[in-house]
C-alpha cells in the first residue's frame, strides 16, 4: 500500500497552501481525527489553528492530491482539541480514515521521527539544515548529507507446495500466528535473507522463491518485502530466543492471524484464496 499516485510530496510550507490545508496533528503514536458513525475525518485547518502555538516543531510540509493539501504538527501531551477531535493510535485509523489519507498519516509520522533524529550531525554534532527540494539535511559544520532512512525487512510465507503453511509464534502473540519476518543485514540479498531467516528460525531450508509484494510499514522505516517460499526440507527447530513455537497449518485449519492492515494477512490471505480456489 503505497502512497497514493497523486499524491505530490512537497519539502516547504510555501509550496502548500496552509490555511486550506488538512492537518495531520500528531501526538507520540496518535493522529488527531473527528469520528462519526459515517465517517472518520482529519481536522481542517482552520479549526485547529490555535493549536498550532503549541508545536513541538515547526509544521511539516507533506503534498498535494487533487484539491487537498497536507501537512503535520506535533504537539506535547496535555494540549486541549477541539470537541469534536480526538486523539487515536494511527494503526486504529487503518479502515477508518480513507486509505490514501492513512497512508499520508503514516507518511507523516515516517518524516517526523526523521527531523527528530536528524536534528545534530551524527558525525561531528553540528547542527544540520534541510534543503528545498528533497527530505535531506546537510551538516553546517562537516557537509554530511542525511536523508531519511528505510530499513528492510522480509516477510516470508513458507508453503509446502500444496495446501500445507509453515507459521511461526513469538512469545505474547496469544493465539495468533503468523509468518516469518526478519531484517535484512548489510552486505546481504533480499534472496539471503529469506534463506537464513527461515533456516534460523524454523531450522528448515526453503526455495522457489516468489516475490509477493511490499509496504511500508512507518513505525518507524521498515519498509516489509514479502516473499513466498516453497519448503524443500528439514526438521522444525525453532530459535528459542525469537520464537516459542512454529508448526504447519492448513488453509482450512488456519490459527489467530494478524490484522488486516498488515502485509502478512494479506500475504496469507492472498496464499488461503490460491490454495482455496485450487482445491
Ligand atoms: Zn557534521
Redesign the pocket.
Known amino acids: 500500500m503505497p502512497l497514493h499516485p497523486d499524491f505530490e510530496r512537497v519539502y516547504t510550507l510555501a509550496a502548500l497552501p496552509i490555511n486550506s490545508c488538512r492537518l495531520i496533528l500528531q501526538r507520540g503514536g496518535e493522529v488527531a481525527v473527528a469520528r462519526s458513525a459515517e465517517r472518520t475525518t482529519l481536522p481542517a485547518h482552520s479549526d485547529v489553528a490555535h493549536l498550532l502555538e503549541f508545536a513541538l516543531e515547526p509544521v511539516l510540509p507533506l503534498g498535494k492530491m487533487g484539491e487537498a493539501a497536507y501537512a503535520a504538527v506535533s504537539l506535547p501531551e496535555g494540549v486541549e482539541l477541539p470537541s469534536e477531535y480526538e486523539f487515536v493510535d494511527i494503526r486504529q485509523l487503518f479502515g477508518a480514515l480513507p486509505l490514501e489519507e492513512y497512508l499520508i498519516a503514516g507518511y507523516a509520522g515516517q518524516i517526523r521521527h526523521w527531523t527528530l533524529i536528524s536534528a545534530h550531525?551524527g558525525?561531528?554534532g553540528?547542527t544540520m539544515s534541510g534543503v528545498n527540494k528533497e527530505w535531506m539535511r546537510k551538516?553546517s559544520?562537516?557537509g554530511?548529507e542525511v536523508y531519511p532512512p528505510v530499513c528492510p525487512a522480509l516477510l516470508v510465507l513458507v508453503h509446502d507446495g500444496g495446501d500445507g503453511l509453515l507459521m511461526a509464534h513469538k512469545p505474547g502473540w496469544g493465539d495468533r500466528y503468523s509468518i516469518f519476518a526478519g531484517f535484512v543485514l548489510p552486505g546481504e540479498s533480499l534472496e539471503e535473507c529469506v534463506h537464513r531467516e527461515v533456516l534460523e528460525e524454523a531450522g528448515v531450508i526453503v526455495n522457489d522463491l516468489q516475490y509477493a509484494g511490499s509496504q511500508p510499514w512507518p513505525f518507524p522505516h521498515q519498509l516489509m518485502i514479502g516473499f513466498r517460499a516453497r519448503y524443500v526440507s528439514g526438521e522444525i527447530a525453532i530459535d528459542e530466543e525469537e520464537l516459542d513455537d512454529s508448526r504447519w497449518f492448513t488453509a482450512t485449519t488456519l490459527p489467530a492471524l494478524p490484522g488486516p492492515l498488515s502485509l502478512s494477512r494479506q500475504m496469507i490471505d492472498s496464499w488461503v484464496n490460491e490454495v482455496m480456489g485450487a482445491i
Open positions: 550531525c558525525s561531528c553540528g551538516c559544520g562537516c554530511n
